[in-house]
């Protein structure tokens, strides 16, 4: 089968097509004929190997992280899912190969595709969507009438985190250039900061709770427009102790090394009387079968900027490297 593979961490050269062997599932996995693959930052920052202190899978590997397709074949645990059933995934993070023809999927990690999408917007949802749904819902518990800042809402993550915020009851603000205000406007953002023109340090309200998609300065500033015992949670800036132990499996030694790196940056939080959490999201088929029902029930939009064929993945994965998508990016594999 064609196949998506990095030889050796480095820039676009160190990836290419190639043919592999069809993957072979384990007893617990769903064998999946990829119809669309979702595209994803963490895509090129994987290639370029800048997640090696976290990730580890051995090269060469079948890049991609997300898929939609039909089951081709199930193993002998396999229970929930039959030959023929269209489902959508965010697959394990050490396994990655959505990037092919056929990938393997745990089936605790799949879920059902929403009736209403085709493959195309079906595997643009589990990444970014996950991501959404956990961060908002689990870390920050947003409750109706808070108010929420989001940095970043044109995004991938963004256009499904403004729509999960409203759907939870928040009031929701978040930074977008002229190019995505209308955009987020259109998914129910309430109050847009055009971070091109304003800096937050000139923000005058105080928010509730903050969820952090663009990291550096950004993040700094986030915890200047907090008000004192709330929370921000970052998915782009500097992991701390807390996503070792807590995301990646409680390594302590991560855990020490994560606590020198994000010292600056707790200690900043901390003057501001504001908690700091480094999410990683993880794969859930349970979590994905809720977002496939808010999408089923016309509560959940999603918003694909690009679509590219199988054989301009590269192509793709540039324009998601240039950092100005609105919304998700998703390359057809059949
Ligand atoms: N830890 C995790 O589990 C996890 C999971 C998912 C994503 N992430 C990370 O979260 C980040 C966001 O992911 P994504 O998929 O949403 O990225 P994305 O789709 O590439 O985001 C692109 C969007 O960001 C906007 N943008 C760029 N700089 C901005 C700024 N300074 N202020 C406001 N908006 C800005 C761009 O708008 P303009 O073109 O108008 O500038 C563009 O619309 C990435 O760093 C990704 O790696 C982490």
């Known amino acids: 089968m064609h196949a998506y593979v990095l030889k050796r961490y480095g820039g676009p050269e160190s990836a290419r097509m190639m043919e592999v062997p069809a993957p072979v599932p384990g007893p617990r996995d769903l064998l999946v004929e990829v119809r669309a693959v979702g595209l994803n930052p963490v895509d090129f920052k994987f290639r370029q190997g800048k997640l090696r202190a976290i990730l580890r899978p051995r090269l060469p590997l079948v890049l991609g992280n997300e898929l939609a397709g039909n089951v081709v074949a199930v193993g002998s645990q396999v229970g929930r899912f039959r030959v023929g059933d269209p489902v959508f ?16 999927v745990d089936q605790d990690h799949a879920a059902y595709m929403p009736r209403t999408l085709d493959f195309t917007d079906a595997a643009a ?10 961060t908002l819902r689990d870390l920050l518990g947003v409750k109706p009438g808070q108010k ?12 499904f985190a403004i729509q999960i915020a409203k759907w939870l009851g928040a009031h929701v603000t978040t930074t977008a250039s002229k190019r995505g205000e209308a955009l987020v406007r259109s998914l129910g953002c309430d109050e847009v900061i055009d971070y091109t023109v304003q800096d937050l340090s000139s923000v005058e309200s105080r928010f509730d709770a903050g969820l952090d998609l663009i990291g550096g300065k950004v993040l700094e500033q986030m915890f200047d427009i907090m008000k004192p015992g709330t929370m921000v949670v970052s998915v782009a800036g500097v992991p701390e102790p807390q996503t070792a132990i807590r995301d990646l499996g409680g390594r302590k030694v991560l855990s020490a090394v994560l606590w020198l790196i994000s010292y600056g940056i707790r200690a900043r939080a901390r003057r501001r009387g504001v908690g700091y959490r480094y999410f990683f999201m993880h794969p859930s088929g349970r979590n994905l079968s809720l977002l496939a029902e808010l999408i089923e029930q016309g509560k959940l939009k999603v918003v694909v900027d690009r679509t590219y064929p199988f054989a301009k993945i590269a192509e793709a994965l540039d324009y998601v490297e240039s950092g100005h998508a609105k919304g998700k990016v998703v390359v057809t594999i059949r």
Not at 89 to 104: D, L, P, T
Not at 152 to 158: F, L, N, P
């Open 89 to 104: 995934a965010r697959v394990a993070k050490e396994r990655a190969g959505a990037f092919a023809e056929q990938a393997c």
């Open 125 to 134: 949802v589990p990444l970014a969507g996950l991501t959404a749904l956990q």
């Open 148 to 159: 929420l800042f989001i940095s970043g809402g044109a995004g991938g993550v963004g256009t």
